[in-house]
């Protein structure tokens, strides 16, 4: 899974989803008569069937009804506030986005896209055609690999021994200390420009069997733990037929790269959801509703 949206519930109506006794759960768009319903394991288990709303000749959404008692803009916020149910929540959209994508290309739209019915979902989606048309067209038999890489961390070194009694003096020992400080300056420099280096020939052989790339921003140690620095997180849209070739290229690549105490983390494929955001969006349109992080 690429990532977890953003948490931020969006609500494009001016009326509360808590107004009404249920509200419409938007989880993609793909194209018309793409499914008649998904299989009951998709969508939330409190709603009802995964179905498609259409929007024009050739473009439909995947739906879900959903009880506002529990997907009400109040309570939401409140439940995607909890880490648990925040990634129950995004299990169950990815899910369903990647159930729909196996009956062709789809925009998976952000988590907690909600409508206070089909009127308004099917206005406010249809304001946004173009970009979904685009969108389509875009990852049409292809699909995202996502790309990581990091520099092992061989542990805290040891800090150079402070300057002791010399017979030369205390300005013997100190300049024997700051020459030792120094050194281990340029060393973790050196290993460090090296390992750059080797992300780039990575970005550089993955990108060269791939249509599209996005570099995103590199995780904290907090994500990847203090015994990595990540240098590079990127995505890569590749047609499907290349997969394996993708797979050899990197592997490759990774073996290279170790030499260098680099680390090269491939996983996918993945519905290409880096490849179908919009370029810029309204903060109150659909798509700005949320993303991944």
Known sequence: MPGLPRTTPGRSADQPCSDVASALWVFAVCHAGAFAELPSGAGHPEGGPVTLLRLDDLLSAVVQDVPSSRFSEEVLKQRLADP?????????????????????????????????GEARARAALCARLPHFHAALTRVRGREEW?????????????????????????AGAGRAYLTRVRGRERERVARHEQAVAAAARVHRAASALAVESVQRRPHSPQITGKDRLQLMNAAYLVDRGRALDLAT?????????????????????????????????????????????
């Open 146 to 170: 996502a790309v990581k890489v990091s520099l092992r961390q061989t542990g805290t070194a040891s800090a150079p021994s402070a300057p002791q009694d010399a017979p030369g003096g205390q």
């Open 249 to 293: 290229v990197l592997q490759r690549a990774g073996a290279d790269a170790a030499s260098a105490d680099v680390e090269v983390e491939v996983s996918g494929p993945w519905v290409p959801y880096s490849f179908t955001e919009p370029v810029e969006a309204p903060d109150d349109s659909p798509e700005r509703a949320g993303s991944r992080t």
């Open 84 to 116: 648990g149910e925040l990634e129950s929540c995004a299990r169950t959209h990815h899910r369903t986005v990647t159930a729909a994508a196996e009956h062709g290309p789809v925009v998976p739209l952000p988590l907690a896209t909600l409508f206070n």
